[in-house]
């Protein structure tokens, strides 16, 4: 289990526990955080789990795949520190995780 803290784009934080194994975007679903869509169900095919992680949380996960590069591109507001909550997966390593979601999902 990890703590996670979501940022809504007007500031909301909302912390929840989340098993070992889970991702990001089903984090998110599973506990009613709003911001994140996750269409195509975690399969890297869309960009509505649009996130954003500040420099230190970028270092820790690694760069997005080359399919994750190119579901980013597909979104206007992709920032340098955009990734895709799909392809984050939960571990002990995660402890504390922040996460920005974004005013918009594509």
């Not at 007007?10 to 009613?32: F, K, P």
């Not at 955080?33 to 270092?59: K, Q, V, Y």
């Not at 920032?79 to 997966?89: A, D, M, P, Y």
Request: charged fraction near 25%; include cysteine.
């Amino acid at each position: 289990m990890a703590k996670i803290t979501f940022i809504q784009f007007d500031g909301t934080e909302s912390v929840v526990e989340v098993e070992d194994g889970s991702s990001i975007m089903n984090a998110a679903i599973d506990n009613g955080i709003n911001g994140i869509d996750g269409d195509c169900g975690g399969e890297c095919s869309c960009a509505t789990c649009h996130i954003t992680l500040n420099d230190e949380w970028m270092a820790k996960l690694g760069q997005p795949s080359e399919q994750e590069e190119s579901m980013l591109d597909l979104n206007p507001d992709r920032e340098v520190n955009s990734r895709l909550g799909c392809q984050i997966k939960i571990s002990a390593e995660t402890e504390g995780l922040v996460v920005n979601l974004p005013e918009f999902q594509y």
